[in-house]
């Protein structure tokens, strides 16, 4: 008992220092740390060598070696592509790549440390299976950038499987030569690492699928009713096989229990992910990260091993962290999330297709501004709110200075109050031959190449020209919509003043950049003044 | 359907219902208007520049009123003049009915169809036609310039060889249209502002002008429908009167714009708040007209106080003719184009903007 105390300890301590750690890194940063936690996770190499080396059943040592092989994969391509992302980044590419250093001589130690202990034996399959993985990790890791959420989920898959096959080595180990060692305890820690690594295996394979718009995964959310039920019902269900395990672990039937119980957590998984829609995919993929990371603390509890529940604790809760931060700015509450209904905010009557938000980075925005010949910035209160008038000359600054021609478009009634713009734009000395009213910029709106839409949203919002029941209908608006490019700056995905959704920002043309207008346009300010453009 | 424009006969109003330039694009709707001589003049619009934009100048008000099939006003009609409205005919002013009862009767008695534009609902479709936003507006801009006048101090700071001055302090009771206004321009001229408002919507609205937001933990809902501010309870209002008695005591400038629809305007600053204010200070009172926010308000004039100078001008709006005219011509104009069709007038109180609007119709008075 005493071992299971400290370990405890060390998990509770990991996951302070874990979670005291993430909040420091800079929001730039994220996508790396979220690859790089994702290779940490895929400590449980340690436990699949463990399993795979010592002197078990052929049958338990297949279960280990491609539980080995998973992490591996994991290991060289996680590694690998933390390593090229520093580099499309301005900021901080120097520490960033410490990190990864870091990283790869902890793995490095762990695995050796590991390996070299007396009861490993078995060291063919060992090096078959690290083959294996750097022969598939490595492919792997030079896929686009852009399809790294995609291969982060593949790699949370594998995290979660690894962990899955290591419970079940362990399990079925137990049952035929030490059944005296599956105390409650341990059983209980078995039953963990069973049900959260095959839910995100199956998980992570789905979201995965979804995001690499693989043919037969639907790409739209698949909602039913009733869906929260089963789907917490399953959840329940499993659980309540694995108290019955742990309480009988060696009874005839237990096996086939216990398989039943592995079963409801593929299950999970998927259902768990169907009813999402793309835009979520970066806050699901934080969470299985999370929930990989738990899988692995779990095995940490099974095989006795503190370092694995070190790095799963970390793993744990920078998703965890992660997760809640990503859905602050999504303006969704966190529990929603956390029992599957991400689906729910799609109820709302939506006209017709529905559609994904699409962000862009603050980079390609400003290469987006860079290249154009006619800039339309049309502001709203969430300009005045953030007091980002200033922010929003220096842009013009930099703008004009390219020599592209910029706009505003003041709409009669943007802001809480007649000439609330004015006030704040000549505040920040924007002189007023570059203001223009709606009537006169409208005709020009299909020739823009890009509209900048600051903190600005009934006043652009298509809705007035056509819905009747909508309570803006009738109201003139800034043709925003017959832009080139839409780039709408918005706090988060609520909508304005008069309550309703606005279509403008699930147009094919439009990217979201979210944030406080303020921070926003200060950060594309600085890649028009720090030498990312010229 | 002819349109008339009287000159208005209140005293001190210098706005006129439609300028040259709202009346030609009238008269190019296919809807002729006559005005008054010299309706505009007090505007700076000339009875030539109207002629020259299509309206028909008429010599006097009774037979601008006798030719026209609805009259535009800014202030109510005075019951004579209501009595030269034609039967039937209709008419639309800027006006509470239950302050103008005899006018509104006398009206209704001519079976005139009467509306009043301060009483449109606050909706998105009706924001065109909102006249209270632009004359408050108005008022909120003028307050702030009457204070800059008044007072002894300069607005920003100034460091100079003769040492340097402080920025005044300007705090802004009521964060409606006028206080937003008064802010902005206390704020262009350089004056460090704070503001006050019960409704608690209140505070990101004036902090998005750059203005610090004084916080009063209310414990009731204190917005009603329309965004207006509800009247507190007792308990709730003696500890506003306490908080803003405390801060007024540094203010150079105070600008009240607080006031209840239909009712007598709240009272914020009592006589002994002016008591404990810097001798030199400043109070433009703009609620002077429903009875003024502060106790020692004299409405229509100025009153020194220990030190303390407290202004309650009436119709601020008036004193910016040219401006205020041309927003109310472009709200008014809205409205009209939006009860009429094909040169009728059509009164369909299926609508919500001429439902809430009309005063009286057939004979019947339906708001008072």
């Not at chain 1, 095989?303 to 700015?329: E, F, P, Y």
């Not at chain 1, 390609?364 to 709110?385: F, N, R």
């Not at chain 1, 910029?441 to 299909?446: A, E, S, V």
């Not at chain 2, 209704?108 to 449109?120: D, I, N």
Request: hydrophobic share 50%.
């Amino acid at each position: 008992m005493t071992d299971y105390w400290s370990m405890l300890f060390v998990f509770v301590l990991a996951t302070f220092i874990g979670l005291g750690v993430i909040r420091r890194v800079s929001r730039l940063l994220y996508t790396p740390l979220m690859s790089l936690t994702n290779a940490i996770s895929a400590i449980a190499v340690v436990g699949s060598i463990a399993v795979t080396g010592a002197e078990y059943p052929k049958v338990i040592r297949v279960l280990g070696a491609i539980a080995l092989f998973a992490s591996m994969t994991n290991i060289v391509s996680g590694f690998l592509i933390t390593d090229r992302m520093p580099l499309y980044w301005m900021n901080d590419p120097k520490t960033a790549r410490h990190a990864v250093v870091a990283g790869v001589t902890g793995m490095l130690v762990a695995v050796l440390a590991t390996w070299f202990q007396p009861e490993i034996v078995h060291h063919g399959w060992i090096v078959l299976a690290i083959v294996a993985g750097f022969l598939v990790g490595v492919p792997l890791s030079l896929v686009p950038l852009t399809a790294v959420p995609q291969r982060t989920a593949l790699s949370h898959a594998f995290g979660g499987l690894a962990a899955g096959l290591v419970g079940t080595a362990e399990y079925f180990l137990g049952l035929t030569e030490h059944p005296e060692q599956l105390s409650a305890f341990r059983m209980s820690a078995i039953v963990a690492e069973v049900i959260l690594g095959f839910l995100t295996f199956t998980g992570s394979l789905m979201a995965a699928g979804k995001l690499q718009e693989v043919k037969w995964i639907p790409q739209r959310p698949v909602t039913y009713p009733g869906q929260n039920v089963v789907n917490i019902g399953v959840l329940v269900v499993a659980a309540a096989l694995g108290v019955v395990v742990v309480v009988h672990p060696t009874a005839a039937w237990s096996a086939q229990v216990f398989s039943g119980i592995v079963g409801l957590a593929v299950l999970f998984g998927v259902l768990l992910i169907i009813p999402i829609g793309g835009a979520d995919m970066p806050t699901v993929i934080s969470i299985l990260n999370s929930y990989a990371g738990l899988s692995a603390v779990a095995m940490g509890f099974v095989l006795n091993n503190k370092l694995l529940v070190t790095a799963g604790a970390l793993d744990g809760s920078s998703g965890l962290i992660l997760s809640i931060i990503m859905c602050r700015a999504m303006n969704r509450s966190f529990t929603n999330v956390l029992f599957g209904a991400f689906g729910t905010v799609q109820k709302t009557a939506v006209i017709g297709e529905q559609k994904a938000w699409k962000q862009e980075t603050v980079e390609g925005a400003a290469q987006l501004l860079e290249q154009a010949s006619l800039v339309v910035v049309i502001p709203g209160y969430g300009m005045a709110v953030a007091q980002a008038q200033h922010k929003v000359r220096e842009l013009y600054d930099q703008l004009t200075k390219r020599g592209i021609t910029v706009k505003f478009a003041i709409h009669p009634v943007a802001g809480r109050m007649p000439g609330h713009m004015n006030v704040l734009l000549a505040e920040a000395n924007i002189p007023y031959t570059a203001l223009v009213e709606m009537e006169e910029i409208n005709p020009d709106m299909p020739q823009c190449d890009v509209a900048l839409v600051i903190g600005a949203n009934d006043v652009v919002n298509p809705a007035a020209r056509y819905a009747k029941g909508s309570p803006i209908y009738g109201m003139p608006i800034i043709d925003a919509d017959k832009a080139k490019t839409v780039l709408a700056i918005k706090r988060s995905k609520n909508p304005g003043f008069a309550g309703i959704d606005n279509e403008l920002y699930v147009q094919d043309n439009t990217w979201m950049l979210f944030g406080d207008a303020k921070a926003v346009v200060g950060d594309l300010v600085k890649q028009f003044g720090s030498g990312g453009l010229h | 359907m002819k349109i008339g424009v009287p000159k208005e006969t209140a005293a001190n109003e210098r706005r006129v219902a439609l300028t040259p330039d709202v009346a030609g694009r009238l008269v190019k709707a296919g809807l002729p208007v006559v005005v008054e001589r010299g309706a505009g003049e007090a505007a700076s619009f000339a009875d030539e520049a109207y002629a020259a934009a299509g309206a028909t100048p008429v010599a006097t008000g009774v037979e601008t009123f006798g030719q026209s099939d609805i009259v535009l006003k800014v202030q109510p009609p005075s019951t004579q003049e209501a009595r030269l409205c034609p039967e039937g005919s209709a008419l639309v002013a800027l006006f509470q009915p239950s302050a103008e009862r005899e006018a509104v009767s006398q009206l209704a008695a001519r079976k005139v169809t009467a509306f009043s534009l301060a009483l449109l609902p606050r909706i998105t479709r009706a924001q065109p036609m909102d006249v209270l936003s632009s004359q408050a507006t108005v008022a909120g801009y003028k307050a702030v310039l009457l204070a800059a006048t008044a007072t002894g101090r300069f607005f920003p700071m100034l460091v100079t060889a003769a040492g340097t001055l402080p920025p005044a302090r300007v705090l802004v009771l009521g964060a409606g249209v006028a206080g937003l206004q008064a802010i902005a321009t206390a704020r262009r001229l350089g004056a460090v502002v704070t503001a006050f408002d019960v409704r608690a919507v209140a505070k990101e609205q004036v902090e998005s002008l750059g203005a610090k937001f004084l916080e009063l933990q209310i414990g009731e809902q204190a917005e009603a429908a329309g965004g207006y501010a509800k009247q507190l309870s007792e308990e709730t209002h003696r500890r506003e009167l306490a908080f803003i008695a405390e801060h007024v005591k540094d203010a150079d400038v105070v600008i009240t714009t607080a006031a209840i629809p239909g009712k007598r305007a709240p009272v914020l600053i009592t006589a002994a708040a002016v008591d404990g204010m810097k001798p030199g200070a400043v109070i433009v009172d703009l609620a002077a007209e429903t009875g003024g926010n502060c106790e020692v308000t004299k409405p229509g004039t100025e009153v020194r106080h220990r030190g303390v100078l407290v202004l309650g001008p009436l119709n601020l709006p008036s004193t910016l003719p040219l401006h205020a005219s041309q927003m109310y011509a472009r709200n008014i104009s809205s409205f009209l184009l939006h009860v009429t069709r094909d040169g009728k007038l059509v009164v369909d109180f299926d609508d919500e903007i001429i439902r809430e609007t009309c005063v009286t119709h057939a004979g019947e008075v339906r708001k008072s």
